[in-house]
């Protein structure tokens, strides 16, 4: 197994959907990019796993133009069926090249959905993301960091297939990325700002996650 594929977004979703619960983290995800991307002057964004839309609806209510995509047609559709009057939602794999001209977008966007993958797709996706973003643009990301590893283990057991990679028992695979390893990813960008965010439970506050929010400029 590559990497979780189609199948898998779809029961992932559909089941969502029947149990009455979104995969929603509120503003935690884009609150920390809207003053970034003020400042580069972005009006188009792209935005990679986007789910059932509540992030690509919120940049949109901020006055940005938004397409959204995702592998999985369930989210889509949910998305489009709640969101579809403000942001432009498409099923796409971003393993595969997208139907976008290069420089397309003024940003790029992707939180929690470009680590699930092996490191030969990992880096295709950041090189597209590099094809798709205009001179100038911006990427922003949050991405799951190694300290998240040993938090995940400890709900969700895992087998390696590669340093950091790993699948779990539910059929997600999951890719911990270091500081080190995204900047080898983000080399080719003119200035690149990584921040290590832990994430508290939403009622327990303890550690629940830990990711890197990443701001580079193209």
């Given at each position: 197994?590559?990497?979780?594929?189609?199948?898998?977004?779809?029961?992932?979703?559909?089941?969502?959907?029947?149990?009455?619960?979104?995969?929603?983290?509120?503003?935690?995800?884009?609150?920390?990019?809207?003053?970034?991307?003020?400042?580069?002057?972005?009006?188009?964004?792209?935005?990679?796993?986007?789910?059932?839309?509540?992030?690509?609806?919120?940049?949109?209510?901020?006055?940005?133009?938004?397409?959204?995509?995702?592998?999985?047609?369930?989210?889509?559709?949910?998305?489009?069926?709640?969101?579809?009057?403000?942001?432009?939602?498409?099923?796409?794999?971003?393993?595969?090249?997208?139907?976008?001209?290069?420089?397309?977008?003024?940003?790029?966007?992707?939180?929690?959905?470009?680590?699930?993958?092996?490191?030969?797709?990992?880096?295709?996706?950041?090189?597209?993301?590099?094809?798709?973003?205009?001179?100038?643009?911006?990427?922003?990301?949050?991405?799951?960091?190694?300290?998240?590893?040993?938090?995940?283990?400890?709900?969700?057991?895992?087998?390696?297939?590669?340093?950091?990679?790993?699948?779990?028992?539910?059929?997600?695979?999951?890719?911990?990325?270091?500081?080190?390893?995204?900047?080898?990813?983000?080399?080719?960008?003119?200035?690149?700002?990584?921040?290590?965010?832990?994430?508290?439970?939403?009622?327990?506050?303890?550690?629940?996650?830990?990711?890197?929010r990443g701001i580079a400029h193209r």
């Amino acid at each position: 197994m590559a990497h979780a594929g189609v199948e898998f977004w779809d029961q992932f979703f559909r089941q969502r959907l029947e149990s009455g619960s979104d995969l929603d983290w509120a503003g935690l995800w884009t609150g920390p990019f809207l003053v970034p991307l003020r400042q580069a002057g972005v009006q188009t964004i792209l935005e990679l796993g986007c789910g059932t839309g509540n992030d690509a609806a919120r940049l949109a209510g901020e006055g940005y133009s938004v397409t959204a995509t995702d592998l999985s047609g369930e989210a889509i559709g949910r998305a489009q069926a709640m969101f579809g009057s403000l942001a432009r939602f498409l099923v796409a794999d971003m393993t595969q090249r997208l139907p976008f001209p290069d420089g397309s977008f003024d940003a790029v966007m992707s939180n929690v959905a470009m680590h699930m993958f092996p490191d030969d797709v990992t880096r295709a996706v950041f090189a597209q993301v590099g094809r798709l973003v205009r001179p100038g643009g911006l990427f922003v990301f949050h991405v799951n960091s190694l300290e998240d590893r040993p938090l995940r283990a400890g709900r969700l057991p895992a087998r390696e297939l590669e340093p950091d990679y790993v699948a779990e028992e539910s059929g997600q695979t999951m890719h911990f990325f270091s500081e080190p390893y995204l900047r080898e990813l983000l080399a080719g960008w003119q200035r690149v700002h990584l921040v290590p965010v832990p994430v508290p439970h939403h009622t327990t506050g303890e550690l629940f996650k830990h990711v890197w929010r990443g701001i580079a400029h193209r």
